[in-house]
């Protein structure tokens, strides 16, 4: 594609975001920006004709050229732009772009995607206006609270960087018996916020109003007290209905295990098992005498034990035959049979040399791929009362080093591998996470996995949005997520507003997720229809469930939900926010 028009040539009142890179994520986020206006929309990047009509095709502007290069970025209009977002997939490359923006502009506001987790906070603390996301550490908190409680919508920690993992979860009425309740008394049994009713969204929810039997809930609360509350079926309904689940496990278990037995070992046990049977029925009938006394000399015979306490008759031809029949196969036999044994043996003290070994634990968590994203999720998920069994083809000696420390199960091998999974036991297993770099061997991990436990919920990782969505629908994996379109919403979020935390939808409306400093009279500030959900003091970093944020200090971090409608109608403009909300 021919190089564009220079996006500052033109429209100088409408504000600019650069977008810099190439891949699914970036669309993401120029998707979630240009829904909302009053904004340009500019993707910088190398000359990609095929990307260049996607990125214009979700309402953005494409300016070929190299986005390290001041050429690049004045082309993209950097004098005119009021953020940048660098998001490729090159640490060094977004880090250069976004000085070179900065330098040619003083009032840009910066956007980092950084892979390397510790460079990110110093980034942030030296650099002004600059906003720095681990795309790894994001997302963590979504696997890790879906892994938790398969019903959560979205994870997140609140406080950041280190406070205590948050959910949005769905939960029945009927099924968690609260029906009885007011919403209010059902927040005190929950320990969590209810954000949503059957639809309808807070603030238009009365806190004294009785909750309907077969209402659908949204709740946010910590995951700690989100497990408490998950799966409060009776027992004498979940009880059968494990008690089918275990059974045709065993069942399904035993037969595939038949199957995978060596057919050459299986035919030499079989021959083996007709020559004793065979032996046994001739010398019962030959010795006139009971049937163990017969399988007593025919077992001796084959094994060459030969007590000389019983004997066949030397005057009987037929008698010699079969013994010496007996005595041959059953050298054979034995040496197959010690042969068979030693190699099981070698190969269990090379499984166990290489990481392997059966997994007696249960109501574990399996955490398959432990890449950027799955470090975060173990150090997430260590703050449960789970065991851990981790699943990792090339550990480093940092995670060998943690699985001693902090005692979860590490096995180094393919989790792909029906004899790796095989080991995981899956049938005991609360739930299993694939989270390794590539899509489709997140996929067979996950199908071999419902193959073993088909009740067993499975979380997955797959890095593009539509793919995510088609694998979730033709598979029936309710949990899988993708990379991009959790960050995405969180870059185009943090374009504008330091404290954005992503986007969910739920009740057919969609929210944004911030993270604010409360001021002098915030609440009279904060955009319609806004819902409190937490607070943090700065002293113990412990959060609090609100309903509003009246009587709280100026500093006070605050969590809340936005809904996004008025902006995407024009009734609301994200620059008046972002004046107000900074106090500008």
Not at 526 to 545: C, K, N, Y
Not at 549 to 568: E, K
């Amino acid at each position: 594609m021919d190089r564009a028009e220079p996006a500052g040539s033109s429209d100088h009142d409408i504000p600019t975001i650069i977008i810099v890179g190439g891949d699914a994520l970036a669309l993401t986020a120029a998707r979630n920006l240009c829904l909302i206006p009053g904004h340009r929309v500019v993707v910088l990047w190398r000359g990609d004709a095929e990307f260049a009509a996607a990125a214009e095709a979700v309402g953005a502007v494409f300016v070929a050229g190299r986005p390290e290069s001041r050429q690049g970025l004045e082309a993209a209009g950097v004098a005119q732009a009021v953020s940048i977002l660098a998001v490729s997939q090159d640490d060094q490359l977004n880090l250069q772009a976004a000085l070179r923006a900065r330098d040619a502009n003083a009032k840009i506001r910066i956007v980092l995607r950084q892979f390397n987790r510790t460079l990110a906070p110093k980034i942030e603390q030296n650099l002004p206006d600059c906003s720095v996301l681990s795309l790894a550490w994001h997302s963590a908190g979504t696997y890790a609270a879906a892994a938790l409680d398969p019903s959560c919508l979205r994870g997140l920690q609140f406080p950041e960087p280190n406070g205590p993992l948050t959910g949005f979860a769905v939960r029945r009425a009927d099924l968690d018996g609260i029906s009885h309740l007011t919403i209010a008394e059902a927040e005190t049994e929950f320990g969590a916020r209810i954000v949503a009713v059957d639809g309808k969204i807070d603030p238009d929810l009365d806190p004294h109003d009785p909750i309907d039997p077969t209402a659908r809930l949204i709740l946010y609360g910590p995951l700690q007290r989100l497990l408490v509350s998950a799966n409060r079926e009776s027992a004498a309904d979940a009880r059968p209905r494990a008690t089918t689940i275990a059974r045709s496990w065993a069942i399904c278990h035993a037969w595939q295990r038949l199957r995978r037995l060596d057919p050459y070992v299986a035919e030499f046990a079989l021959a083996a098992l007709v020559m004793f049977l065979l032996g046994t029925w001739h010398f019962r009938t030959s010795f006139q005498t009971d049937w163990l006394t017969a399988a007593y000399f025919v077992l001796s015979t084959m094994t060459t034990t030969g007590y000389g306490d019983i004997v066949p008759h030397h005057g009987n031809p037929s008698d010699l035959v079969a013994a010496m029949l007996l005595m041959l196969l059953g050298v054979v036999f034995t040496g197959i049979f010690i042969a068979v044994v030693a190699a099981r043996l070698t190969r269990a003290q090379w499984v166990r040399m290489q990481g392997l070994r059966p997994i007696r634990r249960r109501g574990h968590i399996v955490v398959c791929g432990c890449g950027s994203i799955g470090s975060g999720v173990v150090d997430l998920l260590l703050h449960f009362d789970k065991p851990l069994v981790v699943v990792e083809r090339n550990p480093d000696a940092s995670l060998v080093e943690r699985a001693r420390e902090r005692g979860f199960d590490l096995l180094t091998g393919d989790a792909s591998r029906d004899d790796t999974l095989d080991l995981c036991n899956l049938a005991a297993a609360h739930s299993l996470i694939a989270l390794t770099n590539v899509d489709t061997l997140n996929l067979e991990i996950a199908l071999g996995a419902r193959a073993r436990n088909p009740s067993m919920p499975i979380v997955l990782r797959i890095a593009e949005a539509n793919f995510a969505a088609s694998i979730a629908n033709h598979f029936q994996f309710e949990t899988t997520f993708s990379v991009a379109a959790l960050a995405g919403p969180v870059f185009a979020g943090l374009s504008r507003l330091p404290g954005a935390r992503g986007r969910i939808t739920f009740g057919d409306r969609e929210f944004a997720i911030g993270e604010i400093t409360l001021r002098e009279n915030t609440a009279a500030l904060l955009p319609r229809g806004a819902i409190p959900l937490a607070v943090a003091t700065s002293e113990d970093r412990e959060f609090t469930l609100v309903r509003d944020f009246v009587g709280f200090r100026p500093g006070t971090r605050a969590l809340m939900l936005v809904p996004l409608a008025p902006f995407h109608d024009g009734r609301e403009k994200i620059g008046d926010v972002v004046a107000r909300v900074a106090g500008e």
